[in-house]
Every structure is written in C-alpha cells, then in structure tokens.
C-alpha cells in the first residue's frame, strides 16, 4: 500500500474532516459574529463524496479521522457520516471536535456508531464568562454533554481550554480539578493567530511556560511526563499522578511542533489544506465528482502532499488572516 510521506519524511495518517461550516458558538478567538452563509447543497461534500475520499485516503494510510467544524452536531446525518466513515477498512479512529452544547442529545448514538472518543471545547466555568466568550453558549448544556460523553463510554475524553490573559488565564487549576473530577483529560491550547480574531486574539496570548508554571504549582510534584507517540500530535502531556487524567499543553506559537506534523484537513467544501499556518489548498470535491479514476485522485493527493509546507509561518501573519478558525476545523 502506498504511504502518504511528504519531501520532510513527515508520514501523513491524521485526516481532519470539516463537515460543515456551521456553529451554534461564537467564539470571539475563532469567529466573527456574522451568521456564517448558507451555502449551495452542492458546494458541500455529500455523504457520498466524503466516504469515497476518505475511502481513498484510508488506501493511502490515513488511519484517524477525526469529526469537526463548524459544529460537526449541526450536520444533518452526523451519525450516518460517522458510521460512513468507521466501517472503512483501515480507519480505525474516529473522534470527534465538539463545542457539547448538543452531545447529551447525541452521545449514545455517535459512540455506537464509531465516535470511540471526543474532544470538547470549554473555556471557561463560570456560567457568565462562558457565555461571554462563547457569545451566547451555555454551560449546563456542555456540561450534561461532557457526563452523556462518559456514560456513553467515550474514551478518552478531553477538555480543550484556549487559554486567553485576563479572560479566562485565573481558571486553570479549576479546569485541572474539574477533570480530575470527572476521570477526563484536559489540554490548554495557546490562542493561534488564525483569521483576523484570532490574529487580534494574540495580544491575550498566554504561553506555554506559563500555563505549565501555573499547573505544576498547583498540582507540585504529581505531574509526569508522557513520551509522545506518532499520533499523539502537537500536545506536550503529563499524567496527573494519582488521578485518571492527564493535563496536556499544546503551545503553537511558542513551539513549532511542525516536525512532527502528520495531518491534513479537509474542508466542509472539499478543500486539502496541507498546513493551518499556510492558505495553500487543493479541491478534492471536484476531483472527486469528476471522471477521474481513484488513482488519479491518489496521485493528485500524493502530489499535493509533496507540497506540504515545512512549517507553519504564524509569525508572517498576513498569509493566514483570510480563513478563520471555524471554516478549517481547528
Ligand atoms: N465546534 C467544535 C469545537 O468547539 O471544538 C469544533 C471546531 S473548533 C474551530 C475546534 C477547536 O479550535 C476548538 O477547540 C477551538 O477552541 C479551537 N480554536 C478556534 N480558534 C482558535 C484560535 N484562534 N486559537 C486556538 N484555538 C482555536
């Protein structure tokens, strides 16, 4: 079987998959307050146009798959798309990148269907601030959506915190107790500068050293470095000794983690974007709806893969200020 590796000997076996471009949130970090357009039924990848790409991608070793948007829950047929989507030979990981506001409703169905585990958004535990940050989500709603996550049997399951000064920075170590609480995991996410909120987003960057400092001296000496494996991806995680959960750190800016990086995402509209920090990208939608047999697709992907960039180039912002968050997936 051929193997997705690209000119920096990067193997390529994490697929991201927008489903739509849609979000009930409206986080100030990731968005602007528009209502995002409703597009053509056309211009959005079909069920039938992701399972045969992602069929495609799973004969040119991509192995996880992970479910995210927009808000993935607001896609009609989410569970048929997970369903899809784990019966692929090969795909043997299936999560999903969740805000929770509807997950109570979904859990059960979702992790029968092949969504073995999920990562969930929560900024802040403070009803208010939430809601603030979130311009209008609710927290009750996230929260019973994180309890039918467990129930279901969802593992692991993980809290992603973007970690912003004076907006949410004096709620670390709460975050850390509230997951130890629940037997789940949490990750702080240093704000990226992608889009123009997340570019303006920046100047409440928190860093890496500094989200760690505040979680060793709250927790001392019970935190243990895990040795990464090769689909672990940008995350520098401990396990929280004594507990059933680890605390992650996932530093973009601080750290190019870009040596590592074994992904590519795909969005809602069927572009391959090889790089978060770069706007280069390649349509498969129409590749796919087209005469083209599967190994003309495979090689128009084995092509694109070559051209993915070395690093992202945060730190030259202009180039990325174009696409925002919610319209690549995270
Ligand atoms: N709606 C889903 C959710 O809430 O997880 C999936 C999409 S959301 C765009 C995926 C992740 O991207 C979330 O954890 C969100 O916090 C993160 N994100 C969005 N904008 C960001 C930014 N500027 N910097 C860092 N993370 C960001």
Redesign the pocket.
């Known amino acids: 079987m051929p193997k997705l590796i690209d000119k920096f000997n990067r193997e390529i076996t994490y697929l991201r998959l927008?489903v739509t471009e849609h979000?009930n949130?409206r986080?100030f970090?990731?968005?602007d307050d528009e209502q995002t357009p409703n597009c053509k039924r056309e211009d959005i990848l079909s069920y039938e146009d992701i399972e045969k790409i992602v069929q495609i991608f799973a004969e040119l070793g991509i192995t996880k798959v992970r479910l995210?948007?927009?808000?993935?829950l607001l896609r009609k047929g989410i569970v048929k798309i997970a369903r899809l989507i784990s019966r692929i030979d090969g795909i043997n990981d299936v999560p999903l990148?969740?805000?929770?506001h509807l997950l109570e409703k979904f859990a059960e169905k979702l992790q029968q269907n092949g969504i073995n585990r999920a990562?969930?958004?929560i900024?802040s535990l403070i009803p208010e601030r939430f809601e603030k940050i979130t311009r209008g989500g609710d927290l009750t709603k996230v929260i019973k959506g994180i309890d039918a996550a467990i129930q279901a049997g969802m593992h692991p399951i993980k809290m992603?915190v973007?970690v912003m000064r004076d907006v949410n920075d004096d709620e670390i170590e709460s975050m850390v107790d509230f997951a130890i609480a629940k037997n789940i995991d949490v990750r702080f996410?240093?704000?990226?500068?992608?889009?123009a909120?997340?570019i303006e987003?920046l100047s409440q960057h928190v860093s890496e050293q500094q989200i760690f400092e505040k979680i060793n001296q709250h927790l001392g000496n019970k935190l243990t470095p895990i040795t990464p494996n090769q689909t672990d991806g940008p995350a520098h995680n401990f396990k929280i000794k004594g507990t059933n959960s680890t605390v992650g750190i996932i530093s973009?800016v601080s750290n190019h983690f870009c040596q590592t990086c074994n992904r590519v995402r795909l969005t809602t509209k069927g572009d391959l974007i090889l790089c978060l920090g770069q706007e280069d990208a390649i349509s498969l939608k129409d590749a796919v709806r087209s005469d083209l047999t599967d190994d003309e697709i495979k090689q128009m992907i084995i092509n694109a893969i070559n051209k993915k960039p070395e690093k992202h180039e945060f730190d030259t912002i202009d180039n990325i200020s174009n696409r925002q968050?919610?319209e690549?997936?995270?």
């Open positions: 927008s979000c949130y986080c970090y990731c968005r995210t948007g927009g808000e993935p990148s969740t805000n929770a990562n969930i958004s900024d992603n973007v996410i240093e704000t990226m500068p992608i889009g909120v997340g987003a973009a968050m919610v690549i997936g995270g």
